[in-house]
């Protein structure tokens, strides 16, 4: 089983739609919680930092379900700019672990 | 503010040859990461370099893949030799200091091993 795990997707959804994506971890000593949104060819760009009281920027929320052992990303009212692929980023404090999750590629259309 | 460089931006070479890529991250970031990213994959952590020693190189395939941060600045990546299956975007990321700090990704060096 890999460390952490997201859905690959591809999510296609119209404009205006509201989509979430969940992304879960399996060690329990992971300290720090991210969401990267990459581009085709391009490099990944930090999207939010996932807080253990949820966190809200705009149109996206990120929250974070220790006890479970996943984070979530809800997008509303999608743009057709939206689409990419969004990467869940878990960091470890003891030996300064990065662990990035496959990606969710999203796709919005008209 | 300055990004992340990476070069070359694009490299092909042969199965068995040399290949080495640099990077010079963000002016007074003390962590640097070298990570590997197949085509529909996530990024994978290669080496994370705090100031100029080694934090984290687990995942480095010792036997081919070398990698060095000498005055805690620029780093070079080599892989030598080479198999196709390096074929991959090789990107470079800094942040400030710990783990929970913000990286920052550099455009990356995508290389193909015939």
């Known amino acids: 089983r890999k460390e952490v795990e997201q859905d690959p997707g591809p999510f296609n959804v119209p404009e205006g739609a509201t989509v979430a994506f969940n992304c879960t971890y399996s060690?329990?000593?992971?300290?720090?919680f991210f969401w990267y949104r990459q581009d085709c060819r391009k490099e990944p760009k930090l999207l939010m930092s996932?807080?253990?009281s949820g966190n809200e920027d705009g149109r996206f929320t990120a929250q974070l379900n220790r006890a479970s052992q996943y984070i979530s990303l809800l997008i509303r009212d999608s743009k057709l700019s939206d689409s990419a692929t969004y990467l869940c980023?878990?960091?470890?404090?003891?030996?300064?672990?990065?662990?990035f999750g496959a990606g969710t590629r999203l796709f919005v259309k008209a | 503010e300055a990004g992340v460089a990476q070069s070359p931006r694009y490299k092909i070479i042969e199965k068995r040859q040399s290949v080495a890529f640099w990077c010079n991250p963000i002016?007074?970031?003390?962590?640097l990461y070298w990570y590997q990213q197949i085509l529909g994959q996530g990024p994978k952590l290669l080496i994370q370099?705090?100031?100029?020693?080694?934090?984290?190189d687990s995942q480095l395939p010792k036997d081919r893949f070398s990698a060095e941060r000498l005055k805690g600045v620029d780093s070079t990546l080599k892989i030598q030799p080479a198999k196709l299956e390096d074929s991959a975007v090789y990107l470079c990321?800094?942040?400030?200091?710990?783990?929970?700090?913000?990286?920052?990704f550099g455009p990356g060096t995508r290389l193909t091993v015939l």
């Open positions: 990321a800094s942040s400030l200091s710990a783990v929970t700090d913000t990286q920052y």
């Open positions: 060690n329990s000593a992971s300290q720090s």
């Open positions: 996932v807080y253990s």
């Open positions: 980023v878990v960091n470890r404090a003891g030996g300064f672990k990065t662990i």
């Open positions: 002016s007074g970031h003390a962590t």
């Open positions: 370099f705090q100031n100029n020693g080694v934090v984290d």
